[in-house]
């Protein structure tokens, strides 16, 4: 089992950045393909970006792409996610989760992750 600490979050105006680090507890970080999540008031958690193992393939959602970057330094146990030109609909708790098992190492997944963080709160002010 992993155990995942987000940090990172906080207020900003619209069009600044924020970086979003999660830290891992397992030196085994490297066998987990990692994802950020976000979930808005009274909306469903839906994927902002993956990872893979390597940190060779990325995925990110559509309202996203070319904002955010995600990323992972394996030797430190901790992924990130740059996020620049953010709007106040980028607003809402952003949680990364892990995904552990037998894949390929350039493996990148949008659903089925095992752990979760305690999620921290990012807000766009407009």
């Known amino acids: 089992q992993v155990q995942l600490v987000e940090s990172g979050g906080g207020l900003v105006q619209a069009g600044g950045s924020l970086r979003l680090s999660c830290a891992a507890s397992k030196r085994t970080f490297s066998y987990y393909a990692m994802g950020w999540f976000r979930q808005a008031p009274g909306k469903e958690r839906d994927l902002v970006a993956a990872?893979?193992?390597?940190?060779?393939?990325?995925y990110y959602a559509d309202s996203v792409k070319g904002r955010f970057t995600i990323s992972r330094d394996n030797a430190k146990n901790t992924a990130f996610l740059q996020m620049n030109s953010l709007k106040p609909e980028d607003t809402a708790v952003y949680y990364c989760a892990a995904k552990g098992g037998g894949y390929p190492s350039d493996s990148y997944f949008t659903t089925g992750y095992d752990y979760w963080g305690q999620g921290t709160q990012v807000t766009v002010s407009s």
């Open positions: 990872i893979s193992r390597s940190g060779g393939r990325t």
